[in-house]
């Protein structure tokens, strides 16, 4: 794991410390120590889909001002600030729209992608208007996908990051698991088509995971977090399937984005 700058800034605020003990002039302090350059990459799980209050400039990205990344910005005032994370992002969308803003003083990194490669949007529109049978048929198609084809694509992803932004360090988001099991849900999918949805965010957190760290990047788990938050749990974070606005639906709340990625986010820093 790279030295973050907020490991620096922390180290920087004993020193100053010490120096006010000892005497030492404020000039020899380095205050560079106290820069903090962020760049927010990824999918619509950091664009902030779900949670409302979108910046118009973003157009079809839907860039919230509630999304975990404007959010950690807001506490921590980084010295500069690029969010260019997007809804139904891709790994191919990543690389040819998203690292203008990486070079060699960005500091930190936040991103998660994946979910849109693994057709995401697919597995659940198969699984609410189709057969049992068919939705799990559909993941297992998405996990075979996850097995063989997404760690290339991760790792071009996180190649061109590193390429761009050799000293930062970078956190890569996982994604939550979506229903709480003998939940409170007394209709729509059944108990099988959920479990099995689970199951499979848990195989593509663990094939982001792999990568993430075959990078040296740290990856923020963010099922604890959401655990007792699920669909089905009476307390969700997550937005059910919603025929008025589809594009939300399975996607963090408000409360998901702060109470789920944010601190998620957050402890890897």
Not at 13 to 36: F, Y
Not at 87 to 96: E, F, K, P, Y
Not at 171 to 181: A, D, I, M, N, S
Request: include cysteine.
């Amino acid at each position: 794991m790279k030295l973050s700058r907020i490991a620096a800034f922390s180290s920087s605020l004993l020193l100053g410390a010490v120096l006010a003990l000892t005497g030492a002039g404020p000039a020899q302090a380095d205050d560079r120590a106290l820069a903090l350059d962020y760049v927010a990459l990824g999918d619509s799980y950091s664009s902030g889909v779900g949670a409302g209050s979108y910046d118009s400039a973003s157009g079809n990205c839907k860039r919230s001002t509630r999304a975990y990344p404007r959010l950690w910005a807001a506490a921590h005032s980084p010295s500069s600030f690029a969010f260019t994370a997007c809804s139904g992002a891709r790994t191919g969308d990543v690389l040819s729209g998203q690292l203008a803003p990486l070079n060699s003083a960005t500091d930190l990194v936040s991103i998660t992608i994946g979910g849109n490669d693994a057709g995401f949007s697919d597995v659940m529109t198969t699984c609410v208007l189709q057969s049992e049978a068919t939705c799990i048929n559909r993941i297992n198609q998405a996990r075979s996908y996850v097995n063989t084809t997404l760690p290339g694509q991760l790792d071009s992803v996180y190649t061109a990051i590193s390429s761009r932004a050799p000293s930062a360090q970078v956190v890569v988001l996982g994604y939550p698991r979506f229903y709480k099991l003998g939940g409170s849900c007394l209709a729509g999918l059944s108990e099988n088509e959920r479990s099995a949805i689970n199951s499979a965010a848990d195989y593509l957190n663990a094939a982001i995971a792999k990568r993430a760290a075959n990078h040296g990047y740290d990856f923020a788990d963010v099922v604890p977090a959401f655990t007792g938050h699920e669909i089905c749990s009476g307390s969700a974070w997550l937005h059910s399937v919603n025929w008025l606005n589809i594009g939300e639906s399975y996607h963090p709340t408000a409360a998901g984005q702060s109470g789920g990625y944010l601190p998620s986010f957050t402890s890897r820093v």
